[in-house]
């Protein structure tokens, strides 16, 4: 079993629509990113957190110590959004990120 | 200006040959990172680097090697290519070594060993 599982695997929804990818893990954690890999391959950074929430435009992300739990919100959604979403963590002893399977989210117009 | 660079974008060979990817970063981070991406999509760490400690996932065939000219670059060699290692790599860097820090990525190297 992974240490970091993503859900769902897959999904698509409307434009407009409120979204939310998830994350659980199994670890004791000392921090946890959510990263963006756009359909032509790049991986960009949208957040790195290890309490509460940040919130960047339309992107918010949670994350909930106690349930080793993570989740990531899209509010008002576009077709520009679509792209596969991946968290990763940085457990208590690893030097290293260990890294969920991603969600493959779509945003149709 | 790109933040993390890698070369080639594409890289085709045959079994057996030796080769090496490129990565340069000009944010002057003290830390950079190898990635491979397989073909269902699952990052993996390979290597992290600063210029105070070499960290290698345990599971990288030791094939491969990160060799770092200077702190703005870190190249990967792979000795002896076998199809299995068929994968995009990553490279990334951040400020201090670990996963306590926002990474930049590279574009990526798409590597297909036939």
């Known amino acids: 079993k992974n240490e970091v599982e993503q859900s769902p695997q897959n999904l698509t929804a409307q434009e407009g629509e409120f979204i939310t990818i998830n994350c659980s893990y199994s670890?004791?954690?000392?921090?946890l990113h959510w990263l963006q890999q756009h359909p032509g391959g790049g991986i960009v950074s949208l957040f790195m957190?290890?309490?509460g929430k940040k919130k960047h435009g339309r992107l918010i992300a949670t994350i909930n110590i106690q349930e080793k739990h993570s989740s990531l919100h899209i509010t008002a959604s576009h077709p520009r959004d679509s792209a596969v979403y991946i968290c990763?963590?940085?457990?208590?002893?690893?030097?290293?990120?260990?890294f969920g399977s991603g969600t493959q989210l779509t945003v149709l117009p | 200006d790109t933040a993390v660079s890698q070369t080639p974008k594409y890289l085709v060979t045959q079994m057996g040959n030796d080769k090496s990817i490129k990565c340069e970063q000009n944010?002057?981070?003290?830390?950079m990172y190898w990635y491979k991406q397989d073909s269902k999509k699952f990052l993996k760490i390979m290597f992290s680097?600063?210029?105070?400690?070499?960290?290698i996932n345990e599971t990288v065939p030791n094939r491969f090697s990160p060799k770092s000219p200077d702190k703005a670059h870190l190249n990967l060699h792979i000795n002896s290519l076998e199809l299995g290692d068929s994968a995009v790599y990553f490279c990334?860097?951040?400020?201090?070594?670990?996963?306590?820090?926002?990474?930049?990525f590279g574009p990526g190297t798409r590597l297909l060993v036939l």
């Open positions: 957190l290890s309490s």
């Open positions: 990334a860097s951040s400020q201090d070594v670990g996963g306590s820090e926002t990474q930049y």
């Open positions: 670890v004791g954690i000392s921090a």
């Open positions: 680097y600063n210029n105070k400690e070499l960290i």
């Open positions: 944010l002057g981070h003290d830390t």
């Open positions: 990763a963590v940085l457990s208590g002893s690893a030097r290293q990120l260990t």
